[in-house]
């Protein structure tokens, strides 16, 4: 059986498909987010955009549903990790 489940880059916008199992026969490999592997403590996967080759985080929980995957660049993902523990601080303003 071959499962393949629609994703979405987080940077340029551009539809595509994840692999799940398989190879699946007719589709386009222009639109194939390559996968990367995943980090076995968080269990987070990692995906290529075919387009703009940035590096995607993917949630596997996201990925058994239904619907549209979202996925986060790698990037904006740690800047989301450091600022919520304080490290980005603005330069000038009220603190």
């Given at each position: 059986?071959?499962?393949i489940t629609?994703i979405?880059?987080g940077?340029?916008?551009?539809?595509?498909e994840?692999e799940i199992?398989?190879?699946?026969?007719g589709?386009?490999p222009?639109?194939?987010?390559?996968?990367?592997?995943?980090?076995?403590?968080?269990?987070?996967?990692?995906?290529?955009?075919?387009?703009c080759?940035?590096?995607?985080?993917?949630?596997?929980m996201?990925?058994?549903?239904?619907g549209m995957i979202?996925?986060m660049?790698?990037y904006r993902m740690?800047?989301?990790?450091?600022s919520r523990?304080?490290i980005?601080?603005p330069l000038?303003?009220p603190?």
């Open positions: 059986m071959l499962l629609k979405k880059c940077d340029c916008e551009i539809d595509g994840i199992i398989g190879l699946a026969p589709v386009n222009d639109h194939l987010f390559e996968y990367l592997g995943y980090n076995e403590f968080t269990g987070d996967m990692y995906f290529c955009c075919p387009h080759k940035c590096q995607l985080v993917v949630n596997p996201d990925a058994l549903g239904p979202q996925g660049p790698l740690a800047a989301q990790e450091h523990k304080g980005f601080r000038a303003g603190y």
